[in-house]
């Protein structure tokens, strides 16, 4: 049996008839695709549609209907007997895509950098509140816990401080152990010029424990265990797990954020140490094997080098680093939309955001110890 034709062209001496029939839907996508692209391309001076005998039709038919519209010149001409069951379909596609592009406007670059520096400024403000009220209410969560500790969840503190803790050894001692043995190596390649080869000590001692052990450890876990929060908080957030535990009545700062940033810093500062020491034993492996210092002269020069308080400026910076990474990774997964763009673009935020933190921090430290002198 020959199938129905669903469009034909007919062409007389007054000029064209397209003659529509049979079921204009998605089912016949194929077929009337075809028809469509094999119409006449030129410009008829008299178009005559006649769909009087199209007993089907969706939106798909309508979509169809037009662009064959378009596509002779007749954008604008009404098809004539379509039945009165389909006209409003019709009319509303009709209807769509009429304004013309409008052109860009062209913006001078002066007023346009202007307007990205006040943007920028704009939204480095709006991020500052939204930390500073993260503060508040991680503050606020940990004063109701002391207050009632039966509400401190236990279970998630230990699991998280596992997670950024014991299993970032590994890793925090093998890249600690290789930034001392670096830093031994080029002090001694260049102390050896001025016969003062003996001085890597110093410089290693006070370089680890007071600035490169807590900053290299900090960045670390800012660009391990920070993303992984920001990542945990946002795929929460996309599946509207977050609004669940409010509807439940919990508050998601005691629930999720206290217990990541609670094991970030008390994690940190035990990471702090252990990378010291091994950025320190590295050096010590090189001034030996490179420098031929004998480790029990490294160590007796390195008691003489550095004091206590190297090691207290270390060791008090990193539990606010720690702060200041969680704060900013929970932060950032809160804001996460409901798409896995949004989630990548907050995860990037984060880390950066939490790296620039940390140096900054740093800097602060270095310029407040120097002032009361230690």
């Known amino acids: 049996m020959k199938p129905e034709a669903l469009i034909e062209f007919k062409q007389g001496a007054d000029g064209l008839e397209i003659v529509g029939s049979g079921a204009w839907t998605a089912a016949n996508a194929g077929r009337l695709d075809a028809l469509v692209e094999a119409a006449p391309r030129r410009e008829e001076r008299h178009v005559k549609f006649d769909m009087a005998r199209v007993r089907e039709f969706d939106t798909y038919g309508a979509w169809l209907l037009e662009r064959l519209l378009r596509s002779c010149g007749k954008d604008l001409v009404s098809p004539q007997g379509l039945p009165d069951r389909f006209r409003a379909l019709f009319d509303k596609v009709h209807e769509t895509n009429r304004r013309g592009v409008s052109p860009g406007i062209r913006r001078n ?51 998280q401080l596992d997670r950024v803790g014991l299993r970032s050894v590994p890793i925090i001692v093998l890249i600690t152990l290789l930034i001392g043995a670096i830093i031994a190596q080029q002090g001694i390649f260049h102390f050896r010029r001025f016969g003062a080869g003996d001085y890597v000590v110093d410089l290693i001692g006070i370089l680890v424990l007071r600035e490169i052990g807590v900053l290299i450890v900090s960045i670390m876990v800012a660009g391990r265990s920070g993303s992984s929060y920001t990542a945990e908080l946002g795929s929460m957030k996309m599946r509207e797990e977050i609004d669940a535990l409010r509807t439940m009545g919990r508050n998601p700062i005691e629930v999720l954020v206290l217990p990541r940033v609670a094991a970030l810093v008390l994690a940190l500062p035990l990471l702090t140490f252990i990378g010291s020491m091994a950025a320190l034993y590295g050096g010590a492996l090189v001034a030996w094997f490179y420098g031929g210092m004998d480790p029990g002269i490294f160590a007796s020069r390195l008691s003489e080098a550095v004091s ?65 002198g230690m």
């Open 109 to 159: 670059w002066l007023l346009g950098g202007v307007e990205k520096i006040g943007r920028s400024t704009e939204g480095a403000a709006e991020d500052a509140v939204r930390y500073v009220a993260a503060i508040g209410a991680f503050a606020t969560a940990l004063g109701e816990i002391l207050l009632n500790p039966r509400r401190l969840r236990f279970t998630s503190l230990v699991y």
């Open 308 to 372: 206590i308080s190297d090691f207290e400026v270390g060791m008090i910076k990193s539990p606010f680093m720690a702060l200041v990474i969680g704060i900013v990774a929970c932060v950032e997964g809160l804001k996460v939309k409901g798409s896995a763009e949004s989630l990548g673009a907050q995860t990037t935020t984060s880390v950066v955001k939490s790296i620039f933190s940390v140096i900054v921090m740093d800097g602060l430290f270095a310029m407040f110890f120097s002032a009361i």
